[in-house]
C-alpha cells in the first residue's frame, strides 16, 4: 500500500513531538521527492552511499537520524552536499530526518531502544534539557564485572566498546547511566547519579580523567553503533501502521 508523504511526514512529526525541541538541525521533511510512498528505507545517516543503496532496492523515501542542515555548517549546496541533494532529487527521493525528537523519544528513542537492547532496567532519566530526558538511568539484571559488561554490549552491537576502567569503580558493575551518539560530555551527570558505570557512543580526551578521578567505568560502544536502533523502531512502527515497505540499510561506521 501507499500513503501521502504529506500524510507520512505529519504523523511522524506528531508522534516525535518535534515542535517541542530546539534542535541543532531541521526536523522533519529535508528533500522532497515524489508524493506517493511505498517503500522507506531507514538508516543513521544520509551520506551518499545510503542513498545510492536506498535508490537502487526501490525507495520512495529515506528517513535517518543525522540528515542535513546543521547549524553552523556551510549553507551553500556544493561539493558533497550537492552531489547528495542532486542523487535525492533526480531520483525522487525524499530525504526525513529526525535528530533530539528520536533521541528522546520514550518509545522509539535510541536511549530506551539501547537499553532494551543490552537488557537493561530503566530506573529513571540522567537529567533534563528542555523538559525532556537526557539519557537513561537504569540497573543491570545482575552485577557484571567490567570484562562482562563489555562483552555483552560487543555481543548486542557487533563492536568491541572502548572501556576505561577506573580502579576506584566498583568491583562488580550494578547501576549504569547511558546517552547514545556524542555524549561523552554528560559524563558529569553520570557522577553526579551515582552510578558505576556510563556508557555513550563517543570519548574524548577530558571524558578519561574523569572516570578514573570519579571512581566510575566509562564505555565508548560508537556514535554509529549505538544510534541503529530508535530509527529502526520508528520505520517499523511506520510500517505496520500505513502497510509500508521497509528496510534497514545499515551503512557501517567505525566511529
Known sequence: MA????????????????EQFKDYAPNGLQVEG???????????TASRELIEAAIEVGADAILVHHGYF???????????KRKRIELLLNNEVSLLAYHLPLDAHPEFGNNVQLGARLGLIQTGDLGKQNNHPIGLVG?????????????????????????????????????????????????????????????????SEPTV????EAGMHYFGAGHHATERYGI????????????????????????
Not at 515524489?34 to 543513521?44: L, W, Y
Not at 546543521?70 to 558533497?80: L, P
Not at 580523567?209 to 578514573?212: M, P, S
Not at 520505520?235 to 551503512?251: C, P, R, T, W, Y
Open 3 to 18: 500513503v501521502s508523504l504529506a500524510e507520512l511526514h505529519t504523523t511522524i512529526n506528531s508522534l516525535l513531538r518535534t
Open 232 to 255: 529502526q523502531a520508528l520505520a517499523k512502527h511506520l510500517q505496520e501502521m500505513f502497510n509500508l515497505e521497509h528496510e534497514f540499510i545499515d551503512i557501517d561506521n567505525p566511529v
Open 209 to 212: 580523567h574523569i572516570a578514573r
Open 139 to 203: 540497573r543491570l539484571s545482575e552485577p557484571m564485572s567490567v570484562a562482562e559488561f563489555s562483552s555483552l554490549i560487543a555481543g548486542c552491537l557487533a563492536r568491541e566498546p572502548q572501556v576505561i576502567k577506573s580502579d576506584e569503580g566498583a568491583a562488580k558493575i550494578e547501576t549504569v547511566a547511558w546517552c547514545t551518539g556524542a555524549a561523552q560530555s554528560y559524563i558529569e551527570l553520570a557522577v553526579a547519579a551515582g552510578v558505576d558505570a556510563y556508557l555513550s557512543g563517543e570519548i
Open 70 to 80: 546543521w547549524r553552523g555548517e556551510e549553507q551553500a549546496i556544493v561539493g558533497i
Open 34 to 44: 515524489r508524493s506517493e510512498v511505498r517503500k522507506i528505507v531507514s538508516g543513521v
